[in-house]
């Protein structure tokens, strides 16, 4: 079974560009999450996909941030404009059936803004 | 924000010792969580405690839970190098909470 795929591995871009991270999850996950995850941290819960919706955004920056989910298959998550304090790494998560059932979590995209 | 301390920050042993892990929580707790996270990679789930649970195993780990004391451990038997990575602990407060890490604990064991 193929695990959660996430892409670009790694993204460099310069401040004020916008960036663009795809997630694909494990096949059958209804529940998806994305993290922030800061060096030498533990990740920070962004935001979490019930299919198409949205139930927990509270953390997201939605000056900066969005994130969609169509189909409630594959989603994406953008950063228009990307300031310094963006460079983290992107985890993406699913999860079935439930949201405290163990989270399956791909390899992460790694942003740097210069 | 994070919910848990990880203590140690950082452990550093030789192969075929025992690590501990302790993790410490600020609010009341339906289940928590330990994942692996190997450099530069996502995270990978070790085992599952829920809040009525006093101990777990599973093959060379066991965790315990001190709800009481809001706290648990981890502790990794005869350790391999290829234990070496960093090990979170993450906790909910129950169906429609969010999953919540500490910090980290950063395990390196030495050949």
């Known amino acids: 079974e193929a695990g959660v795929v996430q892409s670009p591995r790694y993204k460099i871009i310069e401040k004020k560009q916008p960036v663009a991270f795809w997630c694909n999850p494990i096949?059958?996950?209804?529940?998806l999450y994305w993290y922030l995850q800061n060096l030498g941290q533990g990740p920070e819960l962004l935001i979490r996909y019930e299919n198409e919706e949205a139930v927990d955004d509270s953390q997201l920056p939605k000056d900066r941030f969005s994130a969609e989910r169509l189909k409630g298959v594959d989603s994406t998550l953008k950063i228009q404009p990307a300031e310094l304090g963006d460079s983290a790494v992107y985890l993406c998560?699913?999860?079935?059936?439930?949201?405290?059932?163990?989270?399956?979590f791909g390899p992460g995209t790694r942003l740097l803004v210069l | 924000s994070q919910q848990g301390e990880e203590d140690p920050q950082a452990l550093s042993i030789q192969e075929g010792e025992n690590a501990t892990m302790n993790c410490s929580y600020k609010?009341?707790?339906?289940?928590l969580q330990w994942y692996r996270q190997n450099s530069g990679r996502g995270l990978v789930h070790l085992i599952l405690i829920r809040s009525n649970e006093r101990e777990k195993h599973s093959g060379r780990l066991r965790v315990t839970l001190d709800t009481s004391k809001k706290s648990s451990s981890l502790l990794i038997t005869a350790s391999r190098a290829a234990d070496t990575a960093s090990y979170f602990c993450?906790?909910?407060?129950?169906?429609?909470?969010?999953?919540?890490f500490g910090e980290g604990t950063q395990l390196t064991v030495n050949p």
């Open positions: 998560a699913s999860s079935y059936p439930g949201p405290f059932e163990t989270q399956y």
């Open positions: 993450a906790t909910d407060e129950g169906r429609g909470s969010r999953l919540t």
């Open positions: 096949s059958g996950h209804n529940t």
């Open positions: 609010t009341s707790i339906n289940n």
